[in-house]
């Protein structure tokens, strides 16, 4: 026979305090065991909703970003016209050739500048991306030193807002409108028409081809065309692909840095409901004899006093829970390891998140809880019972 769960649980109720006080190392732990997580899949997400599964990005062969690559005009014609492209509702290539250019701001009330990127692209570069929607003022005339800026940079940085100028590549941009890019890494970015950047700039070549294939299917034979033409010395990705790829390096210093917190963290709150048990079980020995008298085995109160410590454990992951669900009405800015840009995403928490957090206290819970609840088991009935 099994000790009533109602029995268990009303143990934990009796001591208030010292359960709340646990509780609470344990919640620490959790919060940020579940930000972290968090805070790694905003980043994911933030990337991969910039890229569309039916488009596909061109790059310079052994480049890992647009800010390495090349493409030559040659190059780009010679892709523009092949076959397996998209075409409009004017009979023209979904196309976008495109330029990307590093340049440094500074942050609204601050002095402390960041790289932001400029994206010069082509007429067909809001029809290849559906997220991105003009939420102010107009689009940015072909030819003109117009610039349209994502609805983030406009916030952080001086001289993004609407109707305000930037100065770079020699030239005053002056902003016509705003956009935003559906928490995607577009609304990182400011955009402007990519010859006329280049001339800025004084490039040559562009950064970076995106296009759309008039049937997905036909992506395998694209990239095997485009990869094999020895004039181009390019590769294929689709974009959700290509920015994926682009979050890993920081996605894994986020991970290692958050499970090496992570880990110091639960040993303390492990090593403090250790502690909590031991307690417990020094203070209840005469129960734990009564417990044995009334004919309850070893595994029973095995199993009683464990079950606590992660009714313990999963009450801190609750609370902990509740807490870091609260970051998803921040925002964080950081530099992009890929692009050396500043880069804004926010937390976000699904189910998976949730599931791997509370196994992660329901862990904590048994690891901390198992040798009180070993000690419990094994005291002689005898003893206990003198004990008392």
Do not use: C
């Amino acid at each position: 026979m099994n000790i009533p769960f109602s029995y268990i649980a009303r143990n934990l109720w009796a001591r208030r305090l010292t359960t709340a006080l646990t509780a609470g190392g344990l919640a620490l732990v959790v919060f940020v065991f579940a930000a972290v997580l968090m805070l790694d899949e905003g980043l994911r997400n933030t990337l991969v909703t910039t890229g569309e599964y039916d488009n596909v990005v061109l790059i310079r062969r052994s480049a890992e970003t647009e800010v390495q690559s090349g493409v030559e005009r040659g190059q780009a014609n010679i892709v523009a016209s092949h076959p397996a492209i998209g075409l409009g509702s004017d009979g023209q290539p979904m196309l976008s050739k495109e330029t990307l250019v590093l340049i440094s701001l500074n942050k609204r009330g601050s002095d402390k500048p960041s790289n932001i990127i400029i994206r010069g692209v082509g007429e067909r570069a809001l029809a290849l991306r559906p997220q991105v929607k003009l939420t102010a003022g107009r689009m940015f005339r072909p030819g003109a030193s117009e610039i349209i800026a994502g609805a983030s940079i406009a916030r952080r940085f001086s001289g993004a807002g609407i109707g305000e100028t930037l100065r770079f590549g020699q030239r005053e941009w002056t902003v016509v409108g705003l956009f935003d890019a559906g928490n995607s890494g577009f609304d990182s970015e400011i955009w402007g028409d990519a010859d006329q950047l280049m001339q800025a700039f004084r490039r040559t070549a562009y950064s970076s081809i995106v296009l759309r294939l008039g049937d997905r299917g036909r992506f395998d034979g694209f990239k095997r065309d485009v990869e094999g033409d020895q004039r181009l010395t390019l590769d294929a990705k689709r974009e959700q692909t290509f920015y994926s790829d682009q979050s890993r390096a920081l996605s894994t210093f986020i991970s290692i840095l958050g499970l090496t917190l992570s880990v110091i963290f639960s040993i303390g709150a492990m090593i403090g409901a250790t502690i909590t048990m031991y307690a417990s079980v020094a203070n209840r020995v005469g129960e734990i004899g009564t417990l044995r008298a009334l004919g309850f085995q070893r595994r029973n109160i095995l199993a009683a006093f464990l079950t606590e410590s992660m009714l313990l454990a999963v009450a801190g992951g609750v609370v902990g829970l509740a807490f870091a669900s609260l970051m998803q009405f921040l925002s964080f800015s950081t530099t992009n390891f890929q692009s050396f840009s500043e880069l804004a995403f926010g937390f976000k928490l699904n189910a998976a998140i949730v599931f791997k957090t509370l196994l992660f206290s329901l862990g904590m819970g048994m690891v901390g809880g198992f040798l009180p609840a070993l000690r419990a088991a094994r005291m002689k009935i005898v003893d206990a019972l003198r004990a008392a």
